[in-house]
């Protein structure tokens, strides 16, 4: 089953300080705690791009290279493109977390862990 854009929404949204920002000049919302972005899309996309460590990015392109790539102009950092028809739902789910995590102040993800637990 795809993966919607409307879903990850869902997810970002229900994380503390998760926002859905649009950007005019690219034409299409960026996921955002304050002023960072950890993940990219739109709602008619077929894909969208998720913040990851270079290691992870190599894991994931060697794991399902169907499903994710390097991303355009922010690769190099670690950025993997996903296609939302191939990805595991609980996959992209942990991915976008983990993504928050890595951009998030620190108070804002002990204050989650300390929710989820």
């Not at 994380?15 to 299409?28: Q, S």
Request: hydrophobic residues 45%.
């Amino acid at each position: 089953m795809a993966v919607t854009y409307a879903q990850v929404r869902e997810w970002v949204l229900a994380l503390p300080g998760g926002a859905e920002v649009m950007v005019e000049e690219w034409g299409h919302p960026t996921f955002r705690v304050g002023s960072k972005m950890f993940a990219s899309g739109a709602p008619d996309s077929p894909s969208m791009t998720v913040k990851a460590s270079t290691e992870e990015q190599a894991e994931l392109i060697a794991a399902a290279p169907e499903t994710y790539s390097v991303a355009a102009y922010v690769g190099r950092f670690g950025w993997v493109q996903v296609q939302l028809a191939d990805v595991d739902p609980d996959e992209l789910r942990e991915l976008v977390v983990e993504a928050w995590r890595r951009t998030a102040p620190k108070k804002l993800v002990k204050e989650y862990d300390a929710g989820t637990r």
